[in-house]
């Protein structure tokens, strides 16, 4: 299994900010993957973040939106940029593992937007 | 320390048969508890429990609360081959009256057999 810490674990921002969560795992993943969770909703997948090389973002998500780094195998950052209200949602790290395809998720880092 | 424990960890059944997934959980503040459907790398929102004892049904799935017990099942009657995935359970924290973090368990891998 892995051990995700994300931070912040929540935050509160202004309309037009930016924000950037940081995502640290225990063990050398190769792909890390960002979700985001909306009440009621299923969790959606913003992007995968591979070490090396630049984020594959799903249908819906830009880059310019979403930046994201990942300098190292331990490491990630997602930011949500040009903040408005309909950004407040928790956003997750992932990781998976290679060999039982099972996800290992943080704690989240709730964003509200005012 | 806050956590979510699931069992089995894994499960192997046949078409037909009816399956019971566990989820207990020890947290310090409990807002609600959310079962997903994994399939691929986003997970499918399933059922969303806050209340004791008030069944959630949805076609062949079904899922309850004991927050007296602190614990949830998932339960799939007539199983079929569709159904094999791994079965999420996270718990949503409360903070301050509003809504908080999630944490996850392990997630069962369900198998079912032709």
């Known amino acids: 299994s892995a051990v995700i810490s994300q931070k912040p674990s929540r935050d509160i921002c202004q309309r037009g900010t930016s924000l950037t969560i940081q995502c640290q795992v225990d063990?050398?993943?190769?792909?890390m993957f960002w979700y985001r969770q909306q009440p009621g909703q299923s969790l959606t997948l913003i992007a995968t973040?591979?070490?090396?090389?630049?984020?594959?973002?799903e249908s819906g998500f830009v880059i310019d939106k979403f930046p994201i780094s990942r300098p190292n195998l331990t490491f990630s950052t997602l930011t949500v940029s040009n903040l408005s209200p309909e950004d407040s949602s928790i956003y997750l790290c992932?990781?998976?593992?290679?060999?039982?395809?099972?996800?290992?998720f943080g704690e989240g880092s709730r964003l509200t937007v005012l | 320390e806050d956590k979510v424990v699931q069992s089995p960890l894994s499960l192997v059944v046949h078409e037909g048969d009816t399956v019971t997934l566990n989820c207990s959980y020890e947290v310090t503040n409990f807002r609600s508890l959310l079962w997903y459907k994994q399939e691929k790398k986003a997970p499918t929102f399933l059922f969303m429990l806050t209340s004791s004892g008030i069944e959630k049904k949805s076609g062949r799935l079904s899922s309850i609360l004991d927050k007296k017990e602190l614990f949830s099942i998932l339960n799939i009657t007539a199983t079929q081959t569709g159904d094999s995935a791994i079965y999420l359970c996270a718990v949503e924290m409360n903070y301050g009256g509003s809504q908080g973090n999630l944490i996850f368990g392990k997630g069962t891998k369900l198998s079912v057999k032709p």
């Open positions: 063990s050398q993943v190769t792909m």
């Open positions: 973040a591979n070490q090396g090389s630049e984020a594959t973002y």
């Open positions: 992932s990781v998976d593992s290679w060999a039982t395809g099972e996800l290992f």
